[in-house]
């Protein structure tokens, strides 16, 4: 989720950390406590606060899961690592409504979630940047201006998780995360690559993958691709689309200048423009009649019972979103990292998946930003099938993959995919970790040599102000494959994934 000042989501003032000395005991928190909104069962494996520096009373808020039922040892166990989006918005509604163990309902109590991704994975929530949700920034000076510092402070939260316990200190880590997020996951895998290279091998961070979802990752691209996305799917007429297209072009022109903040502002204008034309619910997915529930979870985190279940002073007052970290962001925002997921598809994999139905960040705005990429494998994963993903006998999405890079489209969801399609993300992101039917790596020969060509599946406009993609052809002889998905048996999956992660090569880093 995003949450500039144009946002359609929730945006309230950040609560500084004069109030510090009341977290100082949760920095380690077990579940423990048993209350009637935040029952025992429900509360995390481990919760608590890990600090960005030494010199500074700043500190990341972490609700840890561990694994229901995993085929692996538990130091074995993938870690899956969520951040929320925005920028300022909290990892507690990816939590409790879209991906974690359990839900909140509209009566403000918690479901189990059938879709959770801690199934067979561990998985770690972290409010970042700090300001966000339950994270503390000590002054507004502390809070992250750029991607670097956002990652800087992650990076610090991480590895000061993995020393709270020695056996998360072997087990594959997967960043993943949605919408703004498809900036700061880049960006602390960037991080912890770089790193990991100045570093002993016995200090290194076990990065494996990367996952983006819906993501905002290449501003400058995607910001061109709305008026004809809109207009193809019907939402607009042709002079509509004109006038967004002009608002675009001002959009990528102030980004080309360096006019980051004037940028921002003048993207939040395209995205008011097309709310506007449309009179849609939401542009995170087109098809809903009411926007999303997020407020739910903001109503349930101030509820006295789950903060005190928490070991949250009962004054704090918890956002979904922060106004405040969105304002220190908002230069950020229009400034491109896709060299950085250039970086990570060399070193390690990479996931793209979005929601058929989402308007901001999207399959037209992913597609877009991706064929301009700088890779290698590139042309060869343009040109790979875009297979059929079956689950239960439907069609649940379609998935392009070629060696270490993979996109989905999932069908029937929007922004908050996992909230919308809880088991098929869950089917995802298992099949995906764990190179199963249609998610294993492709390679040189599975790609047909007489289809590649330079294509394109959505026109974009061609000036040089907006972006160098040329109006292509149709890929020659493309067939469909129809799959189901293949469940491994746990045996198999387990020795499957250990030969492949877990023996690790940090040589070339």
Partial sequence: MESPHASLFIKTPILFCFCFCFFLSTLSVYASTSTYSFPKESLPTKHGYLPVSP???????????????STLPLSQTPLLIWLQGGP???????????????????????????GAWNRIFGLLFLDSPIGTGFSMASTTQDIPTDQNAVAKHLFAAITGFIQLNPVFKHRPIYITGESYAGKYVPAIGYYILEKNAQLQVSQRVNLAGVAIGDGLTDPEIQVATHALNAYYVGLINERQKNELEKAQLEAVQLAQMGNWSEATDARNKVLTMLQDMTGLATLYDYTRKAPYQDDLVEKFLNIAEVKKALGINESFLYEICSEAVGAVLHADVMKSVKYMVEHLVRRSKVLLYQGQNDLRDGVVQTEAWVKTMKWEGIVEFLNAERKIWKLNGEVAGYVQNWKSLTNVVVLGAGHLLPADQAVNSQAMIEDW???????????????????????????????????????????????????TRRCASSVTSAETFEKKHLNFDWGGF
């Fill in 55 to 69: 010199t500074s009373t700043s500190s990341i808020f972490y609700a840890f899961y561990e694994a229901q039922n």
């Fill in 433 to 483: 970790v764990l190179e199963r039917g249609l998610f294993e790596s492709v390679k040189d020969e599975n790609v047909s040599k007489k289809s590649m060509k330079c294509h394109s599946s959505f026109l974009f406009p061609t000036t040089n102000a907006i972006m160098n993609l040329s109006r292509g052809e149709t890929l020659e002889g493309e067939k469909e494959i129809y799959l």
């Fill in 88 to 114: 300022g918005c909290s990892s507690m509604l990816g939590n409790l409504y879209e991906l974690g163990p359990w839900r909140v309902t509209e009566s403000l109590t918690l479901q189990p979630n059938p």
